[in-house]
């Protein structure tokens, strides 16, 4: 099956640093990923969606300006978390589709633990 | 806009009975319905989708869901429980017209207990 992989897995960084995560899609070409953030205990919800070529659809709510998203390549989508904060802590999971899935299928990867000292 | 609501953050089950996790979703448009399971410090896994065709619904693990648009609803069963189904289980509705990929919309979760 489709495998999607996220580096780092986990990342512990200081407040006002920038941590950028990588999510690869490792055999299939991933016309659009999808970022996604996760709280302790508690559901998913969608950041942004990122065609690849093209700039980033970002959910309401959700800065732009501190979570950059670029997808420069048809497996390759970077997320960077600018200026954390101790708030930002968080999981982070992407996912990535292809033309051949349903609509809203999607392969999800394992996720990376930020924690923002 | 949709939504999703799982009733029920936690349920509890002896190993061998039914599982019975609730997904009641809000839609203007024909939805397509996933669940999908999660364990501790990992990414979702696919258990089951429903894309427009049956309404009934098989998936891995011996799980399945029944689609019923007059309860909007796509509760997951599986007929007898096993240790390892415990997990975080979501679902989630995509509701997207416009055409290409769609992100999800998911429920909060439900908590599965497997009793020994």
């Known amino acids: 099956g489709a495998v999607v992989s996220q580096h780092p897995s986990r990342v512990i960084c200081k407040s006002g640093t920038s941590v950028k995560i990588e999510c690869r899609s490792l055999?299939?070409?991933?016309?659009?990923m999808f970022w996604y953030r996760q709280f302790p205990k508690q559901s998913l919800m969608l950041m942004a969606t990122?065609?690849?070529?093209?700039?980033?659809?970002?959910e309401q709510g959700v800065e732009k300006d501190k979570f950059l998203i670029n997808h420069a390549s048809l497996t390759l989508s970077t997320l960077t978390v600018t200026s954390a904060h101790p708030e930002d802590s968080s999981f982070y999971i992407c996912?990535?589709?292809?033309?051949?899935?349903?609509?809203?299928?999607?392969?999800f990867g394992p996720g990376t633990r930020l924690t923002v000292t | 806009a949709q939504s999703v609501t799982q009733l029920g953050s936690h349920v509890s089950v002896s190993e061998g009975a039914l599982v019975l996790l609730r997904c009641n979703y809000s839609?203007?448009?024909?939805?397509?319905l996933f669940w999908y399971v999660q364990y501790p410090n990992q990414g979702l896994q696919l258990l089951l989708k429903?894309?427009?065709?049956?309404?009934l619904v098989k998936g891995i693990n011996g799980f399945e869901a029944e689609f019923k648009k007059s309860e909007t609803s796509f509760h997951l069963t599986k007929p007898s429980a096993h240790m390892s189904d415990a997990a975080e289980y979501f679902c989630?509705?995509?509701?997207?017209?416009?055409?290409?990929?769609?992100?999800?919309?998911f429920g909060k979760g439900t908590h599965l207990i497997i009793q020994p």
């Open positions: 996912s990535a589709s292809d033309p051949g899935l349903s609509r809203g299928e999607q392969y």
């Open positions: 055999d299939f070409q991933a016309t659009t």
């Open positions: 990122s065609n690849e070529g093209s700039k980033a659809t970002y």
């Open positions: 839609s203007s448009v024909p939805p397509y």
């Open positions: 429903y894309t427009s065709a049956a309404t």
């Open positions: 989630a509705v995509s509701a997207y017209s416009g055409g290409g990929a769609d992100g999800l919309t």
